[in-house]
């Protein structure tokens, strides 16, 4: 299967395909209508699923392989869970991509060549296409979202940094446990700048927070590796504006008479993710530190 098939996949999900209804939303006029079924609005959803020239494909398929109505959902993704349930077989499993595929050259073999392709010449392309892939699959390596090691007899913590947007707003958060039960999270505003600017300034507030609570040790955790080195001494830093920032980081972390920095995969920070992207709605120059401890929340805005 080519990487063209799965990009394609790829952005329909993200409901990107170029379907008249993105083409509509981008100033681009035409006649919005279905060029398959001639009937329904065109959309990434109606192109996939809903529409009639779609599901006399899939209804060729199932009978072909003796199977009973298995592409359905209300959304695209809940479509291709409820075929992945089907088989443990991995061909069968990649038939969905295959199919859109087919399916979206037969709409734009009639959009821009004025030729018509017919349900049942797209199932064949889609099952020729089946039988000639390889049998086995290369292995792919998947990497090993392993659970930190946290020394819990004094106090551990997790930064992020976010920079979305077009200029790009950034925002930091983060979180400091006391202990399983005490915790402070934050999320800052940080203005315009670039992903390393927020991830960096995460970092900088983190050990400020750690200092405005009186705390000498802290073992701290962040996803963004170049950071992390950059904290570590590992890595060397450049950029002028940077490195002030990360000189401020290597001040604040010469206080404290105990810190270490590690590294972690996204996964393992998604909820500090979160308040880093909330931090960028946040007046720059200014952050929210909540305190929950004993089922007690306590939350202040300061300048920082």
Same mark, same amino acid.
């Given at each position: 299967?080519?990487?063209?098939?799965?990009?394609?996949?790829?952005?329909?999900?993200?409901?990107?395909?170029?379907?008249?209804?993105?083409?509509?939303?981008?100033?681009?006029?035409?006649?919005?209508?279905?060029?398959?079924?001639?009937?329904?609005?065109?959309?990434?959803?109606?192109?996939?699923?809903?529409?009639?020239?779609?599901?006399?494909?899939?209804?060729? /398929?199932?009978?072909?392989?003796?199977?009973?109505?298995?592409?359905?959902?209300?959304?695209?993704?809940?479509?291709?869970?409820?075929?992945?349930?089907?088989?443990?077989?991995v061909l069968i499993k990649s038939l969905p991509i295959i199919v859109l595929w087919f399916t979206w050259r037969a709409r734009n073999r009639f959009c821009f060549e004025d030729l018509v392709t017919t349900p049942a010449q797209v199932s064949s392309y889609s099952l020729g296409m089946i039988k000639n892939l390889p049998q086995s699959l290369p292995v792919v390596s998947i990497r090993s979202i392993f659970v930190e090691d946290i020394d819990k007899t004094y106090?551990?913590?997790?930064?992020?940094?976010?920079?979305?947007?077009?200029?790009? /707003?950034?925002?930091?958060?983060?979180?400091?446990? /006391?202990?399983?039960?005490?915790?402070?999270?934050?999320?800052?505003?940080?203005?315009?700048?670039?992903?390393?600017?927020?991830?960096?300034?995460?970092?900088?507030?983190?050990?400020?927070?750690?200092?405005?609570?009186?705390?000498?040790k802290i073992q701290v955790f962040g996803d963004s590796q170049l950071v992390i080195h950059l904290a570590t001494g590992k890595y060397r830093l450049l950029n002028t504006e940077l490195a002030m920032i990360l000189q401020d980081v290597h001040c604040l972390a010469d206080i404290l008479a105990n810190v270490s920095f590690k590294h972690i995969y996204r996964e393992r920070n998604f909820k500090v993710d979160t308040l880093a992207k909330a931090?960028?709605?946040?007046?720059?120059?200014?952050?929210?530190?909540?305190?929950?401890?004993?089922?007690?929340?306590?939350?202040?805005?300061?300048?920082?």
């Open positions: 299967m080519s990487t063209k098939n799965k990009k394609f996949s790829w952005f329909l999900l993200s409901g990107k395909a170029l379907t008249w209804d993105v083409l509509c939303s981008r100033g681009r006029e035409g006649p919005g209508r279905c060029y398959l079924c001639k009937q329904s609005c065109e959309s990434n959803f109606h192109i996939a699923v809903e529409c009639p020239f779609t599901q006399a494909v899939w209804s060729i /398929i199932e009978d072909h392989l003796k199977l009973n109505n298995l592409w359905y959902g209300e959304s695209l993704s809940v479509c291709f869970k409820n075929w992945c349930f089907i088989s443990d077989v106090a551990w913590g997790y930064f992020d940094g976010s920079a979305a947007g077009d200029p790009m /707003i950034c925002g930091a958060g983060g979180v400091l446990f /006391i202990s399983d039960i005490h915790y402070v999270t934050f999320k800052a505003g940080l203005g315009l700048g670039t992903n390393n600017y927020a991830e960096l300034c995460a970092l900088k507030l983190h050990l400020r927070l750690t200092r405005k609570l009186n705390l000498d931090g960028g709605s946040i007046i720059e120059g200014s952050w929210s530190i909540c305190e929950q401890k004993d089922a007690t929340m306590v939350e202040t805005f300061q300048v920082f």
